[in-house]
């Protein structure tokens, strides 16, 4: 796009949003506050009816219910006729979002050895991006799209993005150290078509939001309850003998005692020391764990409300994900969950648009301290997972923690 602004008018940036979920990303995108320059969200694509519902009612943009891996094939016009009707050229600067399923990628998914499309999803990506030829492009997924497993995936589509003229710069980031209530491993990828800085953190790990800072405040509730003041904080109806186990699960952060609940999981816990999260609860004073699509059940994870004996509501799984208080979700009950364990955190969002925004205009970023371990772009595969990686960064941040709490109370 090589239009300019006029002088004394700002920057106009249009945004669209590929697999763009319930729409956490360009709810995020839209929100960023830069002088100089406005947001518009131009459109979402999705193949998700639930998730399409939501995008339109929370944005007031439209949501395309499309198969994008279909946009590609040659005897389709459906991309051309899109682009067309988007008419970006209106526009100063265009950002594509393009934040491709990451279920193929994911680390849990290791013992699966069957071909899985999703994981071309991102060289799909780009190569509609070459056809668009925005001004910057973001993405995000989880760190095994760095593994050396799903490499090949990965270099593929940045091969395509690099000979169409792009920077492609990606990291590994804890999206705690943005602002999230939680903590959330993630690849971003980043693009321009010329050279840019990535995002440094905002935050230390002892700075972190915690679950008290943003849930603490709403009513209580019983398994199966209902806020009438709020749809969206409502609980699962939890059979009796998990809300039994639950009970005996010590408060603010515990973990399901040994011989309490399925043997099995004793017996994971004996064999290698598995599992420890499931049916455990959160701790008020530290950041959430990862927010999935299976939030809502505490049998999935650490998903237990830090006192009461059930599991998350949807409100207060979207508040540790992200989106603000007021943000309504379409669908089923438990899709709704899906949507919000999916969704890119609109709070980190926004960091980043206002990031790639403050790279568009041309303007000097700030430098502020290196505050993770992930300074460096990741040029060669992360090892066969992240996720051994992941554990031993918490065991490092838990003992920090302790030593400063300790500190603290001395």
Not at 110 to 115: L, N, Q, S
Not at 236 to 252: D, F
Not at 323 to 334: C, H, L, Q
Request: with cysteine; aromatic share 8%; charged share 25%.
């Amino acid at each position: 796009m090589k239009n300019k602004p006029k002088d004394g008018k700002a920057l106009r940036v249009g945004v669209v949003d590929f697999f763009a979920g319930c729409g956490g990303a360009s709810y995020g995108f839209a929100q960023a506050a830069l002088d100089g320059s406005t947001v518009e969200i131009v459109a979402g694509i999705d193949n998700d009816k639930h998730c399409c519902s939501t995008y339109r009612r929370m944005l007031g943009k439209p949501a395309h219910e499309l198969d994008i891996a279909a946009l590609v094939d040659a005897d389709n016009p459906v991309l051309d006729q899109l682009i067309d009707s988007w008419d970006l050229a209106r526009f100063d600067k265009v950002i594509l979002i393009g934040c491709a399923p990451c279920q193929g990628f994911a680390a849990h998914r290791k013992a699966i050895e069957t071909a899985d499309h999703r994981r071309s999803l991102f060289g799909i990506f780009a190569e509609i991006a070459t056809r668009i030829r925005p001004d910057a492009i973001f993405m995000e997924n989880v760190p095994d799209m760095f593994s050396k497993k799903h490499w090949v995936h990965y270099q593929a589509g940045r091969s395509v993005l690099e000979k169409a003229g792009y920077h492609v710069r990606s990291r590994i980031y804890n999206f705690a150290d943005f602002g999230l209530p939680q903590e959330r491993f993630r690849a971003v990828v980043m693009a321009s078509l010329r050279p840019f800085d990535m995002p440094e953190p905002l935050l230390e790990h002892l700075g972190h939001l915690t679950v008290r800072d943003v849930i603490s405040h709403l009513p209580a509730l019983q398994a199966g309850d209902a806020d009438s003041r709020d749809p969206m904080h409502v609980v699962s109806k939890h059979r009796p003998e998990t809300v039994a186990l639950l009970r005996k699960v010590p408060l603010n952060g515990g973990n399901r005692p040994v011989g309490v609940g399925p043997a099995c999981l004793d017996k994971a816990r004996e064999k290698h020391g598995g599992y420890t999260d499931v049916y455990g609860r959160l701790a008020w004073d530290r950041p959430a764990v990862t927010i999935t699509a299976r939030c809502r059940t505490p049998s999935c994870g650490r998903f237990a409300h830090p006192e009461q004996h059930r599991g998350l509501s949807i409100r207060e799984a979207a508040l540790l994900q992200g989106f603000p208080s007021n943000f309504m979700f379409e669908g089923p009950f438990d899709d709704k969950y899906k949507q919000i364990g999916n969704a890119v955190p609109p709070i980190v969002a926004q960091r980043m648009a206002e990031h790639i925004i403050r790279n568009v205009l041309e303007a000097k970023p700030g430098r502020r301290k290196k505050v993770n371990g992930f300074e460096h772009d990741v040029n060669v595969p992360v090892g066969p997972g992240f996720a051994v990686t992941i554990n031993g960064i918490k065991r490092r941040r838990d003992s920090a923690r302790a030593a400063a709490e300790a500190c603290d109370h001395a």
